[in-house]
């Protein structure tokens, strides 16, 4: 079983910066996947950005070159920038692992996004 943790998300206006974490209840040095994904109101969760074990990063088309990915292994710790926030980008942000072949969901961390 692993616990994650969310925290760091609020109110911010347009153009703004959040940065979110997820603590992690096991030893992440040898998780593989893992992963930001976001929910809207009314609309399905859909991928922000993943992080492998060797830092290899993939964003969504969207927020590519604005939101940074980054992982603490010596933490737990896994990391969400975002800069430049837009009002589409409200939502729910959940951090996601794959561990031992199961994935598991933080409780998940609002984010809204003022115009």
């Known amino acids: 079983q692993v616990q994650l943790v969310e925290s760091g998300g609020g109110l911010v206006q347009a153009g703004g910066s959040l940065r979110l974490s997820c603590v992690a209840s096991v030893n992440i040095f040898r998780i593989n996947d893992m992963g930001w994904y976001r929910q809207a109101p009314g609309k399905q969760r859909e991928l922000v950005a993943t992080?492998?074990?060797?830092?290899?990063?993939n964003y969504a088309d969207s927020v590519q070159g604005r939101f940074t990915i980054s992982r603490d292994n010596a933490k737990n710790t896994m990391y969400l920038q975002m800069n430049n926030q837009k009002p589409e980008e409200t939502g729910t942000y959940y951090c996601n692992v794959v561990y031992y072949r199961d994935n598991y969901w933080g409780q998940g961390s609002q984010v809204t996004v003022s115009s």
């Open positions: 992080i492998t074990s060797s830092l290899r990063t």
